[in-house]
């Protein structure tokens, strides 16, 4: 790990993106106009299958290398030295990157492919493409960054393309705001997470190691010790709660999740790409990324495990009442980031990073298939119109079926062996209760996803007869790439089977080198439970089995009716969930009402207090010069025209003398002449 | 030149001056006027150089170089006073002084 192998195609991975970016922002519309949308997918589905491709063959050289020397490493240039701080633009690969790297570009990959089906109407095809490939970019940047402050110039990148991909259609002022307040939650967590830099970076300065390159933090972070940063908690602590409220802003978590949501105002595509597959599984990526340090504080990671706990199952019982289809998949996004973060806060990394890997499988198949369901009913999103679809969308309907059955755990599909694996960490490392508040979400996953399935595609169709006689399935480009997402949510999971079936774990293998510092191993070890694990994930199954059976009862059969179920067995939980918990009115209430209030608080000061006092300072002004005009015109023009008045009456007087005629004044001369001397005469004598 | 005295200079130099004087004062002809003052000027210089040279040896040259600046003097008086005189007819078409008495204040 001390000496990574130095490689010059890395740069390549990352840049592409940012290539094809710039050359749709800056020739995109006028290809599009001249040439056709053809000219723009090329270049926006190109960069990114390059990238891929590259990704790929760097995946291959990695396998040669001995596993505890799988370090690649791109130095581009010196960015700065300051202080001590001195920071490359470079780029990192590990096994731990390349994963990121991979599900990045494979499935951002396909997704852009998907796009050009999907995307095809609209007028602005080149903006949405440039956008798509910025946003690769971005993230590319913050898997691959050497160091942490790159690092997180990728984490305000993906958040600067979330906003105007979740605002594209800019028209609509919804979507605009939608775009607004994921920004803007997006903020806080950005704040906690400089605040963490500065924190770490001034802790690692204490004892002698002045860096925030990541290996390097790897290194020294031992050093750390017990520094304590405020009253008593020690640094790494400090840190990691910053990291993780950081996190909780681009993972959507409690507290920080109620954009997520509203994010769905964008292009479907956009929602299975930033917020499901790459964007919002940054936070999980980056404490995966920092596990030696997380791992440094007990504290940290138990707030990790216990907020992913909470909001999984919090966002779960929401996810059963929504009738937005995307929105379901939104909540099931939050809940499932939530599995991810107990896999991290537990201690069970690989789980965590292999959820994270079969998430964006099954997600993004989830998105894209709603996708073609809305795009087969021209934009329609509520569930309540739709149904009986799964003999005119059939690739879309089996796909999306095993990505549900890929999400809700049922062997052997990818999700049970990454989900189940992350229930069972929770309960292996003396969590129980961790693990209960996950069994039950697990059960009321099953519920809402097939409550979902059930209302899209079976029953009688509910919308107009105008949307019955559209209805088709989606064009090839578009459902290839389904087909493509239900394989891998199908298989993806079998790099890693559960210990109870087989010892067959390559991913874990090939993880181990980024999870070895001492620290990491010494929470890793902390299992309890060996030999358990077989009968929870029965346990585990059977709850997800009754969820399945209650969705069918209710939503299939309509044994049960849902309506009566809501009311009168549970009326205000099912007000609260079908509301949100009111979160969003408590963020009005709590956040942006203050807020405004103290908008206005402070325009009413400004129009009145400074502006008064602007105007009694102009009027003081005013007053003065008016004083001071009274002055000049009466006393300073008074003595100037007096001067005037004086030598003018003067003149007047005196010109009389001026006769003009030259022998008048040659005698007034001569008369003067004989004036002074008879004077002189006089007074001689 | 045993006859002449100082006086002989000094009763030439009145003759010139009160001739000159009078062409000043009758002649409505700036030119007129103009050689009044030359006669005037002259006269003033018989003067100095008369007291120049009956005055003893303390100032022997004082009076005739105070006369040559006197020559000078009327040569550049001359020459404003004609160019003035030539405008005043430019303009009114005579050189009569009493038509200049639109100079009055």
């Known amino acids: ?685 | 030149m045993a006859g002449l005295t100082l006086n002989h200079f000094l009763v030439l130099g009145l003759i010139l001056f009160l001739l000159g004087g009078y062409c000043v004062l009758a002649r409505r002809n700036a030119i007129g006027i103009l050689l009044g003052i030359e006669l005037i000027l002259n006269a003033a210089n018989i003067n100095y150089v008369a007291f120049s040279f009956y005055g003893g040896q303390a100032a022997k040259y004082d009076g005739q170089v105070f006369a040559i600046f006197v020559i000078m003097l009327a040569a550049a008086e001359a020459v404003i006073g004609l160019a003035i005189v030539l405008a005043i007819y430019q303009n009114l078409r005579t050189i009569d002084v009493s038509a200049t008495e639109s100079l009055s204040g």
């Open chain 1, 1 to 685: 790990m001390n000496n990574p192998q130095t490689v010059d195609f890395i740069r390549w991975i990352v840049v592409l993106p940012l290539l094809g970016a710039a050359f749709n922002f800056l020739l995109g519309a006028t290809l599009q106009k001249k040439l056709g949308r053809f000219a723009v997918s090329i270049t926006g589905c190109g960069v990114v299958i390059a990238s891929f491709a590259l990704a790929v063959a760097a995946f291959l050289r990695m396998l040669e290398l001995v596993p505890s020397q799988r370090f690649l490493l791109d130095d581009l240039w010196r960015w700065f030295d300051i202080g001590g701080l001195r920071l490359d633009i470079a780029f990192w690969l590990d096994p731990l990157s390349i994963v990121m790297t991979l599900i990045v570009t494979g499935v951002g990959g396909l997704i852009h492919l998907y796009s050009t089906g999907y995307m095809h109407e609209d007028p602005s095809y080149w903006r949405f493409f440039a956008w798509l490939n910025l946003f690769t970019f971005a993230m590319l940047t913050l898997v691959l960054a050497d160091n942490l402050w790159l690092m997180f110039v990728g984490w305000e990148g993906v958040g600067l393309c979330s906003f105007a991909l979740i605002g594209f259609w800019y028209t609509d002022q919804v979507n605009t705001s939608a775009g607004n307040k994921a920004f803007i939650f997006n903020r806080v967590g950005d704040w906690a997470f400089v605040v963490a830099l500065y924190s770490l970076f001034s802790g690692l300065s204490k004892v002698g190691h002045p860096t925030l390159i990541i290996r390097e933090i790897a290194r020294y972070a031992p050093l750390l010790g017990t520094q304590h940063a405020y009253a008593g908690i020690s640094v790494a602590t400090f840190v990691t709660l910053l990291l993780f409220l950081g996190a909780t802003g681009k993972s959507a978590q409690i507290p920080l999740f109620a954009w997520l949501p509203d994010a769905m105002a964008g292009p479907t595509p956009v929602s299975a790409l930033i917020h499901a597959a790459t964007m919002v599984t940054a936070g999980v990526y980056m404490i995966a990324r920092l596990n030696f340090l997380f791992s440094m504080a007990p504290l940290t990671m138990l707030v990790v495990a216990t907020i992913g706990a909470v909001t999984a199952l919090f966002a779960a019982t929401i996810g059963i009442t929504q009738n937005d289809i995307k929105r379901v998949l939104a909540y099931s996004t939050i809940s499932q980031l939530g599995y991810m973060f107990v896999g991290v806060g537990v201690g069970a990394y690989t789980a965590g990073v292999f959820h994270l890997m079969t998430h964006a499988f099954f997600k993004a198949c989830l998105f894209l298939g709603s996708g073609s369901v809305i795009h087969a009913l021209g934009g329609e999103q509520d569930m309540r119109r739709m149904g009986g679809l799964w003999h005119k969308l059939p690739v879309t309907f089996w796909t999306f079926l095993v990505a549900t059955l890929a999400i809700c755990g049922i062997p052997p599909f990818a999700g049970f062996m990454s989900k189940d694996e992350i229930i069972w960490s929770a309960f292996d490392t003396g969590h129980p209760w961790i693990w209960s508040l996950l069994w039950i979400a697990a059960g009321l996953t099953a519920f809402y996803m097939f409550r979902q399935v059930y209302m899209t595609f079976f029953g009688e169709f509910r919308g107009t007869d105008e949307q019955a006689h559209h209805l088709h399935e989606a064009p090839p480009s578009m459902s290839a790439v389904l087909v493509v997402l239900g394989l891998l949510s199908f298989a993806g999971g079998a790099v890693m089977l559960p210990r109870f079936i087989a010892t067959f774990s390559p991913f874990e293998v090939f993880l181990a080198p980024v999870f070895d510092s001492p620290q990491t191993l010494a929470v890793t070890a902390q299992t309890h439970h060996q030999g358990l694990e077989g009968y929870f994930a029965a346990l585990s199954l059977l709850l997800v089995a009754a969820g399945w059976l209650l969705a069918d009862l209710t939503y299939r059969r309509k044994i049960l009716s849902a309506d009566r179920m809501s009311r009168f067995l549970a009326g205000v939980p099912y007000t609260l969930s079908f509301h949100k918990y009111y979160v969003d009115e408590l963020y009005d209430y709590a956040v942006v009402r203050p807020y405004m209030m103290a908008t206005r608080a402070a325009g009413w000061f400004d129009l009145h207090i400074i502006d008064g006092l602007v105007n009694l300072a102009a009027a003081t002004t005013v007053l003065g010069s008016w004083l001071s005009g009274l002055f000049d015109n009466y006393v300073v023009d008074g003595l100037v025209n007096l001067a005037a008045d004086a030598t003018l009456a003067a003149g007047g007087r005196l010109r009389r003398l001026q006769t003009g005629s030259i022998n008048g004044y040659l005698y007034g001369l001569l008369a003067a002449v004989m004036v002074i001397l008879l004077v002189r005469a006089v007074l001689h004598t």
